[in-house]
């Protein structure tokens, strides 16, 4: 249990996010990823981890990058990720 007034982030190690952005240099085509979150930081929006599962043209599997909030279309507990 968090103690009072303790900050809680808006996305903890073990959650999964889903991403996504452009693919293309046009910016046009879109790909989206399941991201496993090793951390995240509220201050400047943006989660780290490692993209586990993808969608569109290009594979990004085990990509590891940073991703902010903007892009964040879904969010899932670990233990309720399939």
Not at 2 to 22: H, L, R, T, W
Not at 30 to 42: A, I, N, P, Y
């Amino acid at each position: 249990m968090a103690e009072a007034g303790a900050f809680v982030a808006k996305y903890e190690a073990g959650d999964y996010v889903k991403v996504e952005f452009s693919t293309g240099k046009s910016g046009v085509e879109r790909g989206w990823g399941w991201v496993l979150v090793e951390s995240s930081d509220d201050k400047i929006e943006a989660v780290f981890g490692t993209v586990v599962a993808a969608g569109g043209k290009e594979r990004i599997l085990d990509t590891k990058g940073f991703f902010d909030f903007s892009l964040i279309t879904e969010h899932k507990k670990g233990s309720h990720f399939d």
